[in-house]
């Protein structure tokens, strides 16, 4: 029971970050998975909004917006960028070494 609380805080945690920041995360569940950036989030769920805004090349013109709100019991894991890099950046950093 510790176990499950502690992970839980920890999972709240990164997400309330994640809404502070307004950073996208990738959150997956048993079924699939859901990315956006966080706009709500209690002690049970979390709403993620994506936006979709087609480049150059698409067919489809349209501009989308999909809400996702997600029951936190049911998240798997949450993944969001900490830091990105260009490949010639990355390569610099492997140099320095």
Same mark, same amino acid.
């Given at each position: 029971?510790? #176990? *499950? *609380?502690?992970? $839980?805080?920890?999972?709240?945690?990164?997400?309330?970050?994640?809404?502070?920041? =307004? !950073? /996208?995360?990738?959150?997956?569940? $048993?079924?699939? =998975?859901?990315?956006?950036?966080?706009?709500?989030?209690?002690?049970?769920?979390?709403?993620?909004?994506?936006? &979709?805004?087609?480049?150059?090349?698409?067919?489809? *013109?349209?501009?989308?917006? !999909?809400?996702?709100?997600?029951? @936190? $019991? /049911?998240?798997?894991?949450?993944? &969001?960028?900490?830091?990105?890099? !260009? #490949?010639?950046?990355?390569?610099? @950093?492997?140099?320095?070494?």
């Amino acid at each position: 029971m510790k #176990k *499950k *609380k502690l992970k $839980s805080n920890i999972l709240y945690q990164r997400i309330e970050e994640a809404l502070q920041q =307004g !950073t /996208e995360v990738s959150i997956q569940v $048993s079924q699939g =998975g859901f990315f956006g950036i966080p706009v709500y989030l209690d002690s049970q769920y979390v709403e993620l909004v994506n936006f &979709y805004i087609p480049n150059e090349d698409d067919d489809d *013109k349209d501009y989308q917006r !999909t809400v996702w709100l997600i029951k @936190l $019991s /049911e998240i798997i894991a949450v993944a &969001y960028p900490m830091e990105m890099w !260009t #490949k010639d950046r990355f390569e610099q @950093l492997l140099n320095q070494e």
